[in-house]
């Protein structure tokens, strides 16, 4: 059976929900990356998210809705730039003007628990702002692992991104480490890993034991069953994300191309993709613009996703 392949119709119907109803973010990076708009337009849009610290905030990630930086939304920050490198060619320096990464690495400097060798996903903050219901601030540290995985092994990668120092090459040996000791991953400190690995300053020792690690740990992590897809699990293509996914193999080409199909089939009605979560009764107006703010983002990241499979009927 011949693959599924985004219709020339769908990928309209995407585009057009990206110009209507996402956030002007999403829709400055989908014209970077499909139309080969300048990136600085995406930058510029990304930079109404910075904060007077240095970090980034104001609910670039949805489901946290609080206006002071966070590792999650400085993380979040840093996919997008590394996002608009990978397109344009250019490295995240000359992306990102000197000032910026000034105060960036600064930020993650100053964040930085050098007694844990973590970064906290969130600072703390008033439950009263709106935010999913796992943000909530009691007992986050314990729900998410302490942070030596997530976010601290993406945000280790960004810093060597933006200034390779020793300290950092030093961080690399701990997470290794770290995964060496477990028996069981979390999707998302999985997912922190991965784009670990995308770093370029990563020594190359280092990231063939760190995917050995992962490999190891896949069974018990990635959702392989196609019944279980529409729930919120990590699926075969958030890992195996590309033709020349180091990944690949340990899931399957057969699995990944069910996986594939599965995501064309999933578009809605009015051109987007959805999230498979939500607030439950938490915040129901916040939870409304968090969604479609979602829709975006999703949209966004399953065309990349097609696209790099080749699987996008091109042409609008």
Known sequence: MKPKKLTRDALKAARDYLTRSARPLEYARY???FERAAPHEAIEELFAFRCDDGGF?????????AQESSALAVAGAL?????LSEVSGKAASELLPESTRADLLSWLERTFDASTKTWAIIPDFDAAIPHAPWWNPDGIAE???FYVLNPTAELAGFYADLAPAGWVSQLFVTIRDRLIEREEIDMHELLSVKRLLETS?????IRVEVIAELR???PGCVVTDPDRWGEYCLRPVDIADSPDSPFLPDLGDRI???NLDRVIDEQASDGSWRPAWSWGDAFPEEWATARREWAGVLTLSRLRLLSR???VKRGL
């Open 201 to 205: 300053s990563m020594p190359e020792a």
């Open 216 to 218: 190891r740990l896949l």
């Open 31 to 33: 014209r970077c990356v």
């Open 57 to 65: 905030g104001y609910a670039l990630e949805p489901d946290f809705r």
């Open 143 to 145: 729900r998410f692992g």
């Open 309 to 311: 499979f080749g699987r």
């Open 79 to 83: 996919q997008i730039v590394r996002e």
């Open 256 to 258: 990944v191309a069910a």
